[in-house]
């Protein structure tokens, strides 16, 4: 069901994206007569959680900024079990969208980058660090007026670290080595993630090509071994200056708008050059076509806490990497899956069930309203090839829903075939086994403790160890009926 209107302010008109935190909507502000995009973020009731400071941070960090190349966030609107960012209407399509027609011309490239440069360059005038700068988080107009978005984990001088929800959704292909490291984030990162965006936009790929595993693609990325563009045309200098592997070598961010508005004007070659589609890797979200009838309930899996800590020191350097690919992975793979897995909201599945059988469980005795808790010993070797395979093991058939999910976190992370069976089908369908399974190979140990939550999900505190490192988090877990027993069908980050 489609919210009707906003604060009794803004009336819902139709859903116009999806991305890690909710659904945008387009609305129309009936006090000021014009239209806006509100984005949902999930709020539980009473509680300030992560979701409520990442709008607030991304209010406050794009606010103050009213530039013509930035989306101007209008107001933050907590209303019921949500809170909402009411943010400037930007019609047209994302630049990852774009990209997924065919490779943009350099001068065409040159002229939407010039623009993202001239709002972040503000942003950095500010003190302000985007950190996320990717194509999906790029709006572009039809007449090729370009807005850079999404300031929700940008970082403030000053601000405190994060420890939730900061990091990306989907892929650290835009990465800077410096932040594949985990070193803090400065210009510097903006200005790499520009130029490996324009790139992407020029060459039909990332710098570093999106890998299932996200750990060995972080690590490629602390290389900082970029492969020369092919054939970037005039943007040779400049991405050669943006994607220069020390930080202190490249271009600052106004720098880079000079060069890339006199490549511009010297080159207005606009439109795509090609029909190869960029992968899929630059498009990191699903999304979606506007829906008559949207499902706000809908939520995307919350980012998961990032390692946080003041210490930058290079000796640190491989754990930090390790930690951040950690963070990376567990916010794209949730319960274990690969991306942005789709929390149904409604604790139901979709008709047809789950591929595997079901049977017997240890758990039926088990009070649904005792926390408990399990520990399990190191990671399995399994291969990370296998992107298509339902595994054969079967789910357990009964037990109460707690039991259910401890049994869950109980077979991981070695018996990856047994948890994805564990999944419903349409949960399973939003990522692939080898993609789970590759996240779990990098677990050495996850121990959970669960309690239950309204409306029968469960809510599990779940302690992810490897190479000795542990990053704790809770996530509420639905479950849908499957015969006697439950499959799990959906998850949201809520501690
Ligand atoms: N201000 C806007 N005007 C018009 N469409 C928008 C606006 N903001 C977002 N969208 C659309 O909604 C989609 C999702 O946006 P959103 O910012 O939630 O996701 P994202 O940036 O891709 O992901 P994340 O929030 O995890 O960084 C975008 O891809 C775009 O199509």
Known sequence: MSPETIAGRYEVEREVGRGGMGSVWLCRDVVLSRVVAAKQVGLMPGEATPDLARAMREARSSAPLNHPNVVSVYDVIEEGDHIWLVMEYVPGRTLAQIMADGRLAPGRAAGLGAQVADGLAAAHARGTVHRDVKPSNILVTDDDHAKISDFGISRTTGDAVLTHSGL????????????????????????????????????????????????????????????????????????????????????????????????????DDSGTRASVPVAAATSVLPESAPDPTPTPQEAYVAPAPVPSGPDSQDSQGSRRALLVGLAVLLLVAALGGGYLLLNDGNGSDTAGGPTAGSSGTTSADRSPDTSTRTSTGTSSSLSQSDETSSAPSPAPASGSRTAFVEDYYGVLPDDTEAGWSML??????????????????????????????????????????TDGSSQTETRRIELARDGDGYLISGDQVVG
């Open 168 to 267: 990306v959704s989907g892929t650290p292909a835009y990465f800077s080595p410096q932040l594949a490291r985990g070193l803090e984030p400065t210009p510097a990162d903006d200005v790499w993630a520009l130029g490996a965006t324009l790139y992407a936009a020029v060459e039909g790929r990332p710098p570093f090509p999106e890998q299932a595993n996200h750990l060995a693609m972080l690590t490629e990325i602390t290389s900082g071994e970029v492969r020369a563009a092919e054939d970037p045309g005039a943007l040779a200098g400049p991405l050669q200056r943006m994607l220069d592997p020390d930080p202190d070598a490249r271009w600052s961010m106004s720098e880079v708008a000079q060069a890339l508005h006199r490549i511009h004007r010297d080159h």
């Open 424 to 465: 419903s089908r349409d949960y399973q369908s939003r990522t692939s086994y080898g993609d789970y399974a590759g996240f779990w190979d990098t677990i050495d140990e996850v121990s959970v403790d669960v309690a239950p939550a309204p409306g029968g999900a469960v809510d599990a505190t779940i302690t992810y160890t």
